[in-house]
């Protein structure tokens, strides 16, 4: 009798609000003013560099354990935290 492997590579999904703590807290020690982070974009509004966008982009590998392509570097998905969130769940999902 075969034994069937039950060991998954796939990650369970994540949900949202966790994603959304996450990046909040994160954010919170590398932005000045935290009321911000709902009224400007991230990026686009200043409030990160590309250095803190890099920094954001590797946490993000480190502690939802995806990897970002090249192809994902798009500043739709790391301009806003929705968008982050909306990326984020999208990668732990598929």
Same mark, same amino acid.
Request: aromatic content about 6%; glycine content about 4%; charged content about 30%.
């Given at each position: 009798?075969? =034994?069937?492997? !039950?060991? =998954?590579? *796939? *990650?369970?999904? +994540?949900?949202?609000?966790?994603? %959304? !703590?996450? /990046?909040?807290?994160?954010?919170?020690?590398? &932005?000045?003013? &935290?009321?911000?982070?709902?009224?400007?974009?991230?990026? !686009? #509004? #200043?409030?990160?560099?590309?250095?803190?966008? &890099?920094?954001?982009?590797? %946490?993000? %590998?480190?502690?939802?354990? +995806?990897? +970002?392509?090249?192809?994902?570097?798009?500043?739709?998905?790391?301009?806003?935290?929705?968008?982050? /969130? %909306?990326?984020?769940?999208? *990668?732990?999902? #598929?």
């Amino acid at each position: 009798m075969t =034994s069937a492997n !039950t060991t =998954s590579s *796939k *990650k369970p999904t +994540i949900d949202s609000r966790t994603v %959304e !703590t996450r /990046v909040r807290r994160y954010l919170a020690r590398h &932005v000045d003013d &935290v009321s911000l982070l709902d009224e400007w974009g991230l990026i !686009t #509004g #200043g409030l990160l560099d590309s250095l803190a966008a &890099v920094a954001l982009i590797a %946490e993000l %590998e480190r502690q939802f354990e +995806i990897q +970002i392509d090249d192809n994902d570097l798009d500043l739709e998905n790391f301009d806003s935290i929705p968008a982050i /969130v %909306e990326f984020v769940t999208r *990668k732990c999902d #598929g």
